[in-house]
């Protein structure tokens, strides 16, 4: 399987690049998971010229956003690390990334909650509620792009919905490589009916409605772009216990008639018992799985619902 190329923050491959010399090494991002991934690594402190070790970076309350200050000397690099980061930015789009895991709470990488300080250089911290300079940069210039913090990735579920988007998002790219066409859209979406459906039920019928109105668009691009922008939005959508047990239940509708009441009987009752929580959903998913191949349901065979992501990596035995 050919690796997802993923950016991220240096300092998670165990890349020592932090302020004092040192790192943060990621165990999942660089055990279990690394087979799967190429890594473009990014260190935007150090590429724009700070050097290790260096004094720390911290942001300030500032009227019109947050300002990257330096405390130990004052300095406000604000300006240095727009220009960094829009340069760097240009250049990641050009790569054809599936992904980027940021370093939480970092001034510069951290996507959400970083500490704002007061700005008058007092010790004092409000609310973590900012957005590092760089990762502000990068999820505004790559909007469809799935970004990660490493530290919500020790959640299971934030941990498997990432993963599905990263491979999500491959698929769409190879979609775009080989030619855009109405065609391809909709068998595009054919085969994430149940992922979306487990995502998200209204936004997998918004997506739908936008295929079955191809006339509102001017032109196949147009249309594609609607299309990723509703796709993106419900992958976002972390899904829950409920949504998995609806879309579990609907694709079962699809061979009820082939099982016999011992089969059935099996099967809802794995069902009911992830529901309340008993078994995981690869247990289930498994099931399922295992009476499509029986029964040969064409419609069900090629679902990445059933298929999201390699086995290996066991994220649905967590679920
Ligand atoms: S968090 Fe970002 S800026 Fe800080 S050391 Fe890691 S990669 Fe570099």
Not at 99 to 115: E, T
Not at 146 to 174: C, H, K, Q, T
Not at 217 to 244: G, Q
Request: charged share 25%.
């Amino acid at each position: 399987m050919a690796k997802l190329r993923i950016g991220i923050s240096a300092c998670l491959l165990g890349q020592k690049v932090r302020f004092d010399g040192g790192h943060k090494r990621d165990r999942f991002l660089t055990g279990d998971f690394e087979t799967y991934a190429e890594w473009v690594s990014v260190c935007p402190e150090l590429e724009m010229g700070l050097g290790v070790p260096r004094p720390t970076l911290r942001l300030e309350n500032a009227e019109d956003g947050t300002r990257l200050i330096m405390p130990k000397t004052g300095d406000d690099y604000s300006a240095q690390m727009a220009v960094y980061a829009e340069q760097r930015v240009e250049r990641l789009a050009t790569l054809n990334l599936h992904g980027y895991v940021l370093k939480s709470r970092s001034p510069s990488c951290g996507m959400q909650r970083v500490k704002i300080f007061p700005p008058d250089g007092s010790s004092g911290s409000f609310a973590p509620k900012g957005v590092g300079h760089f990762a502000a940069v990068l999820m505004k210039q790559l909007p469809h792009l799935p970004i990660e913090e490493e530290g919500r990735l020790n959640d299971p579920m934030l941990r498997e919905n990432f993963v599905s988007r990263l491979f999500a998002y491959r698929r769409w790219r190879e979609l775009v490589a080989g030619g855009i066409t109405r065609a391809a859209l909709t068998t595009f979406h054919a085969i994430h009916k149940y992922q979306l459906m487990a995502h998200n039920q209204t936004g997998l019928r918004a997506a739908g409605g936008l295929l079955a109105r191809p006339d509102a668009f001017p032109n196949d691009d147009a249309l594609a772009s609607a299309y990723l922008v509703a796709f993106t939005r419900i992958m976002k959508r972390t899904p829950t216990t409920r949504n998995h047990a609806n879309a579990l239940q609907h694709m079962i509708g699809y061979f009820t008639k082939n099982l016999n009441a011992r089969e059935t009987a099996e099967l809802t009752q794995v069902l009911e018992d992830y529901r309340l929580g008993l078994l995981p959903l690869i247990l289930p998913i498994t099931l399922i799985r295992h009476y499509v191949r029986k029964f040969d349901v064409s419609y069900l065979k090629d679902q990445i619902y059933l298929f999201p992501h390699p086995h290996e990596l066991m994220l649905l035995n967590r679920l």
